[in-house]
């Protein structure tokens, strides 16, 4: 019988493990030594914070980043098929959501795999619960355009979209382009438009604020090199 693949999430950075953890969480890991994870350094951290059953040198942690194979995936469920448990532990956050490990999960599926999903933080609803948009529909875009030419074409189309369907559009960039990401929104908004800047979620340096794109033209935010999630809101406005 095969085992079951737990969805592990891990702390959004270097946040205090009480907090985005329960118990219940904390219980049902500690019995694994076996995880997938994206980054073994970082994993390793993690879980050494947890009170493991098995040592932490000998806990057995397999890569799944964005540059794995799609023909390596099958080898990395050698374990869950041969009937251990399993953790799939992301970066941050929740693991399958915007996260390479979300092949992983199908694949799981595919050969009748149990895939259990555990309790912890999303970076994107948290952002969402605490933007006061509207979280009765919304979407999730992941990265938009690296390309500036592209990226403003795709921020007046997400804007566009909101106004249409009444929608909170939900975006994130790498750190280093935050910057950028930022400029591109206040040159291509309308002044009315509504963004919401969800910055280091979790961690004591948290900053989640929504103002109108006018607003924010007036002073811009420290978010440069910061885990930032985007929400846009033209509904209604």
């Known amino acids: 019988m095969p085992g079951i693949l ?5 702390p959004l950075g270097h946040a205090d493990i009480s907090l985005v953890a329960p118990q219940g969480v904390k219980r049902i890991v500690a019995t694994l030594d076996t995880f ?4 073994a350094k970082t994993a390793r951290q993690y879980l050494a914070g947890l009170e493991l059953a098995t040592p932490l040198q000998q806990i057995k942690l397999l890569v799944l980043d964005e540059h794995t194979p799609p023909e390596e995936l099958t080898a990395l469920l050698k374990p869950l098929l041969s009937g251990k448990n399993v953790g799939l532990m992301s970066e941050a956050g929740c693991p ?3 996260d390479p490990g979300a092949a992983l999960v199908n694949l799981a599926h595919a050969n009748r795999i149990r895939v259990v999903p555990l309790v912890g933080p999303s970076a994107i609803l948290l952002a969402l619960m605490a933007s006061g ?6 979407a999730f875009h992941g990265y938009l355009p690296v390309s500036s ?3 403003i074409k795709k921020i007046a189309e997400l804007e566009k979209t909101s106004k249409a369907l009444d929608q909170t559009e ?4 790498a750190p280093y382009r935050n910057r950028k990401l930022l400029q591109s929104l206040l040159e291509t908004c309308r002044e009315s438009t509504l963004l919401c800047l969800a910055t280091d979620i979790t961690l004591a340096s948290e900053s989640i604020a929504t103002k109108r794109i006018g607003e924010w033209k007036s002073k811009l935010p420290q978010i440069d090199r910061r885990p930032t999630v985007y929400l846009l809101y033209a509904g209604k406005n």
């Open 149 to 151: 030419e592209e990226r």
């Open 96 to 98: 399958a959501v915007a």
């Open 170 to 173: 939900i975006f994130i960039e």
């Open 133 to 138: 948009l509207n979280g009765q529909r919304f």
């Open 36 to 39: 997938i994870v994206e980054n």
């Open 6 to 10: 737990y969805l592990v999430p891990a």
